[in-house]
């Protein structure tokens, strides 16, 4: 139903900071919850945090609150996950997700997937 794209991955020393991009096509955005993951070698994909389309309340997982900031620009139709702070532990592949149904928080209530962009954070 919607197609997404994930872009500004790369390497960054830690510490630094990392701004990604999510844009998406095939669905309203403005009233589309949209969710960002992360899967690191040989660990499961987890939750990151998310982004409501109506009424643009943000979640974030323990792990990133206080660093990570997620934002939507509805006219270019992208959501951002602004990374500071960035540490070696948060190496990973970043994906974003839309969302169907269910908990905002888990893996399984988001049916569409961008193929995602890697973040390397290195010492």
């Known amino acids: 139903q919607v197609q997404l794209e994930e872009s500004g991955g790369g390497l960054v020393q830690a510490g630094g900071s990392l701004r990604l991009s999510c844009a998406a096509s095939?669905?309203?955005?403005?009233?589309?919850?949209l969710g960002w993951f992360r899967q690191a070698p040989g660990k499961a994909r987890e939750f990151v945090g998310a982004?409501?389309?109506?009424?643009?309340?943000?979640y974030y997982s323990d792990s990133v609150k206080g660093r990570f900031t997620i934002s939507r620009d509805n006219a270019k139709n992208t959501v951002y996950l602004e990374m500071t702070s960035l540490k070696p532990e948060d190496t990973a592949v970043y994906y974003c997700a839309g969302f169907s149904s269910g908990s905002i928080y888990d893996t399984s209530s988001y049916d569409d997937w961008g193929q995602g962009t890697q973040v390397t954070v290195s010492s």
């Open positions: 982004i409501l389309g109506i009424g643009s309340n943000r």
């Open positions: 095939g669905r309203t955005f403005s009233r589309y919850n």
